[in-house]
């Protein structure tokens, strides 16, 4: 490839890569899209190419398209909870948070392609109909079907970055201590519990329900853990406050927290080892 096409593919790499991962919840399937995206440059008659970005847009739209029919049936085989691969930020990027992440994994691959790539990234439905090969209204009830259904995952009142990075620190503290009475404090009466551990190491066998659940299975992790996590960093995963932890077996382990009005509404774990190397990547 010459340099010319090296160049003005690594000047769209940062934007495909964020479309990919948002649309296949993998960051190491959005990796391998944008190769696949790259060969496929790399034999391409550039000079025809009047707008590069939107041909490259296009062309890992339908590759990610192409792989969100085959991920359906790998998800249904998952073991336990399924969670997207966490990002760890500095500071909180608010477009996709993982409570919409997972909302996104309810809607058809065209509904969630229509709806990110149009609410999120601000394509016009006509370039959209030219990525997904459907026509311009179509792809506006696909992205209107798909923003009601996700409706109630967008964050209204997001927790403000400093004030949230507290809360997150707050609730690391109160676990590594033990101390269900402080967590107690910390949760609304309605918090919702996810984990995912992929089948590689122990989470819980579905979502956990309500603040006396949450914490009576926060005590039974309290019991059985082996010695007290440490504290890698605060930060913001998947857009909500959380931090990373190195847990007493020595593998990483994130923490996000969806909170409004001050009270942690949701927690998500990620345990599963293959989907934390990356982060693990960051640290060295």
């Known amino acids: 490839m010459t340099d010319d ?5 690594d ?25 696949d995206a790259f060969i496929r ?38 073991v336990g909870d399924w969670l997207p691969e966490p990002i760890v930020e500095e500071e ?14 309810r809607l058809s691959p065209l509904e969630r392609v229509a709806f990110l790539l149009h609410d999120v990234f601000g394509e016009s439905f006509e370039d959209i109909a030219s990525s997904i090969d459907r026509d311009p209204a179509a792809c506006r009830q696909l992205a209107a079907r798909a923003r009601e259904h996700v409706r109630s995952e967008r964050t209204r009142f997001p927790v403000e970055r400093d004030r949230g990075l507290a809360i997150a620190s707050a609730f690391f ?69 959380g931090f990373v932890t190195r847990e007493p077996d020595g593998i990483l382990q994130t923490t996000a927290l969806l909170v409004e009005s001050d009270c942690v509404k949701a927690i998500y774990v990620m345990r599963n080892p293959d989907k934390l190397r990356h982060v693990e990547g960051l640290l060295h």
């Open 5 to 9: 096409g090296v160049t003005s593919f």
């Open 92 to 105: 909180p990027v608010e477009d996709v948070t993982l409570p919409l992440m997972l909302a996104l994994e």
């Open 173 to 241: 503290e109160a676990t590594k201590a033990g101390d269900t009475a402080r967590l107690e404090t910390l949760l609304a009466d309605d918090v919702r519990f996810h984990s995912d551990g992929g089948g590689k190491r122990p989470a819980a066998g579905r979502i956990l329900e309500g603040a006396a659940e949450v914490l009576r299975g926060l005590s039974a992790i309290f019991r059985l853990r082996r010695g007290n996590p440490d504290l890698v960093k605060t930060a913001f995963v998947n857009g909500l406050p």
């Open 41 to 78: 440059w790399a034999g391409t008659d550039r000079q025809a190419v009047c707008v590069p970005a939107a041909y490259l847009r296009r062309v890992v739209t339908r590759l990610c398209l192409d792989h969100l029919k085959s991920a359906r049936v790998m998800r249904e085989e998952y």
């Open 11 to 35: 000047a769209e790499r940062a934007t495909l890569l964020r479309v990919a991962y948002r649309m296949v919840g993998s960051l190491a399937d959005a990796e391998d899209i944008l190769q």
